[in-house]
């Protein structure tokens, strides 16, 4: 974590004043040394980055703490791949004890984090299992992606060990969870006799997860599960969520992390249509805050990526105000800015991993970063073409009286004006493609006839408009 950077963020944020005191507190006083420190938290929600930042924080504080053992209440349908396996890997290497009440569900990516913990007890009627990976339409994805998820649970399973058994003096080794019944729950071409038949995913009830060695019993509460566990005298720390982590939880969310790039795309584009420091320039600001803090936060976003993302806007801003057409400048802008954004959405962790789940993380934030900004591009020129002009809610924003000739309203045009027609003189600025130019060493306001003109270029006028001249590049022999 960078604490300078990070505090300056922080205070950018609307939040309350919160200290890292408030996330945890104790249901019973611990005055017998005598007694085990349960450390308690929830997995509630999908499992993404909120519930690996959760479990981070979770760790941290029970160690800290000196827990004796490290309790999961779950409760969760599944979620993303990297966060699941960032999860399932802290868990294999904690120093302290995991286990993991079921109280419902424990589907897909929150099998496998079950799974990952030293003992597991369900509640009746919980299930686990389902842990086949899917896309964002509930198909079945790519074999590349099931072969990696079974190596995955399989290797899970694996890390508790096998069990020694000596039977009319022959020694069995069996495992203590059967690896093939963690692979069966994602692919439904494994068949074991008597737990799964062919072409079905395995899900387990808590009976069934008894008796094939994958629940250690039946709880239907906290106290229960501790009892089940052999834990008499105890004391439970509870993980409280504090405003902070639950404001960082839903900005960090998928869904609001593709609003804040349509408001920050959407800013850009509105104000670039009318230049100078405005509301959406400040909403495109405010909304980058809210984009990027919580993840710097986090520990997602690192100062590289948020220099790129700079480095980005200050290219674009370069190319459409300094330098004439549309160039190298302005196309590495584009790709900074969306490289900053895809990376700040990538826990770094994962290209620790398996090469296929970086590159699935890699393509999920993409897919997320260009779809937000192609929706913002094309809701922006809806609301420019349509709406700020044909709804009545908006009229108000703009000048809308009309003069009538018949009213007394009549125009005049400038006569020096009309007499600018087919001189010629010199571009004072860059014409995108209106500008100013200089004419017999005057200053007029001027708009290119057709594409842009750069500055310094000799140029002629056509015609004239309304008080508006229009002017043509010419060669440098033809300026009088």
Known sequence: MHKPLSTALLLLLPLLPVTSQDTTMMRTENTDTSRAVIYLFEIMEEIAAPAWRTTQRSFEEAVGAGADYILIEMNTYGGVVDAADSIRTKILNSPVPVMVFINNQAASAGALIAIACDSIYMRQGASMGAATVVDATGTAAPDKYQSFMRSVMRATAEAHGKDTLIRNGDTLYTWHRDPRIAEAMVDPRIVIPGVVDTGQVLTFTVHEAIAHGYCEGQAENIPEVLEKAGIRNYVILEYKKTTLDHIIGFLISPLISGLLIMIIIGGIYFELQSPGVGFPLGAAIAAAILYFAPLYLEGLAQNWELVIFIAGIILLTVEIFAIPGFGIAGVSGIIFVVVGLTMSLVDNIVFHFDVLTAFSALLRALGTVLL?????????????????????????????????????????????????????????????????????????????????????????????????????????????
Do not use: C
């Open 372 to 480: 937000s900004m192609l929706m913002a591009f094309f809701l922006s020129l809806y609301i420019s073409k349509k709406v700020f002009t044909s709804r009545k809610i908006f009229l108000h924003w703009a000048l809308d009286s009309v003069q009538n000739k018949e009213e007394g309203f009549i125009g005049v045009d400038k006569p020096h004006y009309s007499a600018m027609v087919g001189k010629t003189g010199i571009a004072s600025t860059v014409l995108r493609p209106s500008g100013k130019v200089s004419i017999d060493d005057a200053i007029y306001d001027a708009k290119a006839e057709y594409g842009y003109i750069e500055k310094g270029t000799p140029v002629k006028v056509i015609r004239e408009e309304t008080g508006q001249l229009y002017v043509i590049r010419i060669k440098k022999e033809e300026a009088s």
